[in-house]
């Protein structure tokens, strides 16, 4: 009894100091606001909860919540492993100073930064009186985008570090290139252009575009359309102003400013809407922009959740992503390409399978793992937007790009989008009926060396000496069933056969 009385004694006084063997509590809202050269101010917040050594809460993103997997407390310091649903991970080692906090970040593909956090009452990122969406009723078409938009977009190359010289320069480069007699019309600026709200809660541009108005002036002025990004949620994906609770009045900036395009994000409306809302929360934007009374091609980007192409173009769509973001990676590119046949029935005139933005000459892939990007996303009726510095393109870029027997393709009326219509282990065949009564035919080989073939003409129905033409050769020939066709690794051919007479 004595001995029984003697450890609870001991366990009562470990309980009462136990507190105290870890010298500060880390629980409560810590929040890292560091201002950026485009007045931006950048937020990092970890909501903690402490007992004894256990720490358990999670790491708050613009664009969602990292909960905390694992975690070690030793006095005043600790490290944290937190993780999406989807598994993106985020190491954080912490140290109390006082009554600050400081973090040395590490996440994929960035280099690791350290942060310093103050005590907050409140959570930045939370909203606590969320806005029902409307009720959902089927949009009529609204014009644009007859063939997929085809432009140029800032994210893939320049992300944050987009501004007004730049998109100048881009314009004068898109006109100087060929890209705009091409095709290539819109311009379209992605995250981080947005500045503050004044006092009406009228949005502003930021530091980096002084005058968003005269910049798409100037774009106009160069025969091309203009574009920009905003998000249904409070906060674009890289934390920037969104349009939340402000859409009408948005919509309305953005056709005083001349947009002729937007990209509507996702991001942080995944904290107040389950993925089931999407389609009211859309078409609120839809309709916003429909009300100003200029054509404004509307672009869903909410990575293909929800099955977005049963409803985008009821929400008011003209193209909504498909997938999570590309990389400039062959395997990415072709990872969304494999999700591309399944959904081909969706996408026709006016509405349009995205499977994201074009990497060619961003300098990831090889030249023949490009050409089977354009190639592939010409088949399957993509929007064509380069991510690349058409400043200053290499003649591979540039014949890649420009190829515009391909674009044709891509661009062709008629508005069906190809799909992967056989496979033979590494060799893939994708078919697209075209407005003439033409058969685009692109033949991918996956494997990584290079390989001969000869293409089954008969199983594709394609009669004996039918005329073929190579779009990237630029010649034509009749099918053979003898001939022999070279394709590199992770390369591809485009041929386009006669329809017959
Ligand atoms: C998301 C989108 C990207 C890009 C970034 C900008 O990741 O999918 O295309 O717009 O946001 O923050």
């Known amino acids: 009894m004595v001995v029984r009385m003697r450890h609870l004694l001991a366990f009562l006084a470990l309980s009462l100091l136990s507190p105290l063997l870890f010298a500060g509590d880390l629980s409560g809202i810590w929040v890292s606001s560091v201002s950026q050269p485009d007045g931006h101010t950048d937020r990092e917040v970890l909501v903690l909860q402490q007992r004894g050594n256990q720490l358990t809460g999670k790491i708050e993103r613009p664009w969602g919540?990292?909960?905390?997997?694992?975690?070690?407390?030793?006095?005043?310091?600790?490290?944290?492993?937190?993780?999406?649903?989807?598994?993106?991970?985020?190491?954080?080692?912490?140290?109390?100073?006082?009554?600050?906090?400081?973090?040395?970040?590490r996440e994929?593909?960035?280099?690791?930064?350290?942060?310093?956090?103050?005590?907050?009452?409140?959570?930045?990122?939370?909203?606590?009186?969320?806005?029902?969406?409307?009720?959902?009723?089927?949009l009529p078409p609204n014009g644009p985008a007859r063939t997929p938009p085809m432009g140029w977009n800032s994210w893939n190359l320049f992300a944050g570090r987009i501004d007004d010289k730049t998109v100048r320069e881009i314009a004068d480069a898109l006109v100087a290139s060929g890209m705009r007699d091409a095709g290539y019309i819109y311009l379209n600026i992605d995250d981080t252009w947005q500045g503050d709200r004044d006092g009406n809660?009228?949005?502003h541009s930021n530091n980096k575009f002084p005058d968003m108005k005269a910049l798409a002036d100037y774009v106009h002025s160069k025969g091309l359309k203009f574009g920009l990004y905003s998000s249904p949620g409070p906060y674009t994906c890289a934390g920037y102003e969104g349009s939340y609770g402000h859409e009408a009045q948005d919509a309305r900036t953005y056709a005083a400013w001349g947009v002729d395009y937007l990209k509507y994000d996702w991001c942080s409306a995944g904290r107040l809407y389950p993925d089931a809302a999407m389609r009211a929360v859309y078409q609120k934007m839809a309709e916003a922009l429909r009300a100003t009374n200029r054509p404004i091609v509307y672009s869903l980007c909410q990575y293909g959740r929800d099955n977005v192409w049963e409803w985008g173009p009821k929400a008011g769509g003209n193209l909504w992503?498909?997938?999570?973001?590309?990389?400039?990676?062959?395997?990415?590119m072709m990872e969304i390409a494999d999700t591309q046949s399944a959904i081909a029935k969706y996408a026709g005139p006016g509405h349009w399978n995205d499977p994201d933005m074009?990497?060619?000459?961003?300098?990831?892939?090889?030249?023949?793992e490009y050409r089977t990007h354009m190639n592939l996303w010409a088949i399957f009726a993509a929007p064509l937007l380069a991510g690349n510095d058409v400043r200053g393109m290499t003649e591979d870029t540039r014949s890649i790009l420009l190829n515009k027997e391909v674009i044709a393709v891509d661009q062709d009326t008629k508005g069906v989008q190809g799909h992967r219509a056989d496979k033979a282990g590494d060799i893939e065949y994708y078919a697209r009926p075209l407005d003439n009564g033409d058969m685009a035919l692109v033949v991918v080989n996956r494997a990584d060396t290079s390989t001969s073939l000869k293409i089954p003409w008969s199983e594709m129905h394609i009669a004996e000496g039918t005329k073929v033409r190579d779009l990237w050769k630029h010649d034509d020939f009749p099918a053979r069933e003898d001939q022999s066709f070279t394709i590199p690794a992770h390369g591809s051919l485009m041929l386009r056969m006669k329809a017959p007479q």
């Open 65 to 105: 919540s990292l909960n905390i997997h694992q975690a070690s407390v030793d006095g005043d310091r600790f490290t944290l492993i937190a993780k999406t649903d989807d598994g993106y991970t985020i190491t954080c080692d912490g140290a109390l100073e006082g009554d600050k906090l400081r973090l040395a970040v």
């Open 201 to 203: 809660g009228v949005i």
């Open 321 to 332: 992503r498909t997938t999570g973001d590309i990389n400039d990676t062959y395997k990415r």
């Open 108 to 138: 994929p593909n960035a280099k690791p930064y350290e942060l310093v956090a103050v005590r907050s009452k409140t959570d930045p990122f939370l909203v606590s009186n969320v806005v029902a969406p409307p009720a959902v009723h089927d």
């Open 358 to 368: 074009l990497e060619i000459g961003n300098g990831g892939m090889i030249t023949d």
